[in-house]
């Protein structure tokens, strides 16, 4: 009657993948190992092996002479590992009137990296946008076959105002009427509403006036619209001078000016 194999030890492997190809171990000292991957089949002499994600079976033999031959199997199995990224930067940007990138690309060497805006949804495509502001830009990784997805993550990304612009307003020619009158006349902005005051006025869209003979100072600056900085205060000074008076005589000498 033939014995019992006094020592047979069988490693099974279960670990996340790591890019190397790993097979089961079993060990009888003095014993003939074979091993296959179908049941009752044992034309190996070493364990086969497995590299990428799965759950896999290897069936194994064990005999030596005088003993009962064992058979039995053991499992592979590789998990998914843990993903990678490299996470996309903010391009400093300024308002062009054009769409424009906000990113300067991730990568991932373990899967798709994909973006989006606000409530969006996910492609590769990288985000644009053309209005000043703040954007977040949620990225992610789709893992591949071996890897976990990388949980969904975001950077914040601005297209700052651009530097606005004016045409100066221009001072008038002016003289005493008696009425009011505007003291410009009126400058322009693309870029914003220009607006205009007096000394210690408020500021309008209203092109000032006087009456009186003087010298008045007119203040100007330009309100940017949503892409555009404001334009700093500036201001001209603008005169209406004394009328001139005609007296004509009543001999017949002439007209004079006084």
């Given at each position: 009657?033939?014995?019992t194999?006094?020592?047979?030890?069988?490693?099974?492997?279960?670990?996340a993948?790591?890019?190397?190809?790993?097979?089961?171990?079993?060990?009888s000292?003095?014993?003939t190992?074979?091993?296959?991957?179908?049941?009752?089949?044992?034309?190996l002499?070493a364990?086969?092996?497995?590299?990428?994600?799965?759950?896999?079976?290897?069936y194994y033999?064990?005999?030596?002479?005088?003993?009962n031959?064992?058979?039995?199997?053991?499992?592979i199995?590789?998990?998914k590992a843990?993903?990678?990224?490299?996470?996309?930067?903010a391009?400093?940007?300024?308002?062009?009137?054009t769409?424009?990138?906000?990113?300067?690309?991730g990568?991932?060497?373990?899967?798709?990296?994909?973006?989006?805006?606000?409530?969006?949804?996910?492609?590769e495509?990288?985000?644009?946008?053309?209005?000043?502001g703040?954007?977040t830009?949620?990225?992610?990784?789709?893992?591949?076959?071996?890897?976990?997805?990388?949980?969904?993550?975001?950077?914040?990304?601005?297209?700052?105002?651009?530097?606005?612009?004016?045409?100066?307003?221009t001072?008038?020619?002016?003289?005493?009427?008696?009425?009011?009158?505007?003291?410009?006349?009126a400058?322009?902005?693309?870029?914003g509403t220009?607006?205009?005051?007096?000394?210690n006025?408020?500021?309008?869209?209203t092109?000032?006036?006087?009456?009186?003979?003087?010298?008045?100072?007119?203040y100007?600056k330009?309100?940017?619209?949503?892409?555009?900085?404001?334009?700093?205060?500036?201001?001209?000074?603008?005169?209406?001078?004394?009328?001139?008076?005609?007296?004509?005589?009543?001999?017949?000498?002439?007209?004079y000016?006084?």
């Open positions: 009657e033939k014995g194999l006094p020592s047979i030890t069988v490693n099974e492997y279960n670990k993948y790591d890019g190397l190809s790993h097979g089961i171990v079993v060990t000292s003095g014993s190992i074979k091993y296959g991957t179908v049941s009752g089949t044992y034309n002499d364990s086969p092996t497995y590299k990428d994600v799965g759950e896999y079976t290897v033999q064990v005999s030596r002479e005088g003993y031959t064992i058979t039995g199997s053991a499992k199995i590789i998990t843990d993903g990678t990224v490299i996470a996309p930067t391009k400093a940007l300024t308002y062009t009137g769409a424009q990138t906000l990113i300067n690309a990568s991932s060497s373990t899967g798709s990296i994909r973006y989006k805006l606000n409530d969006g949804s996910y492609s495509n990288l985000p644009q946008a053309t209005n000043a703040t954007y830009v949620y990225y992610k990784v789709v893992g591949d076959n071996n890897h976990k997805d990388v949980a969904e993550n975001s950077i914040k990304v601005t297209i700052e105002k651009a530097t606005g612009q004016v045409t100066t307003p001072a008038k020619t002016l003289a005493y009427t008696g009425s009011a009158q505007t003291l410009i006349n400058g322009s902005s693309s870029t220009i607006q205009y005051k007096l000394d006025g408020s500021y309008s869209t092109l000032p006036k006087e009456t009186n003979p003087g010298t008045y100072k007119v100007y330009v309100v940017g619209d949503s892409n555009h900085k404001d334009v700093a205060e500036n201001s001209i000074n603008v005169t209406i001078n004394k009328a001139v008076n005609l007296i004509k005589l009543s001999s017949n000498v002439g007209t000016t006084y």
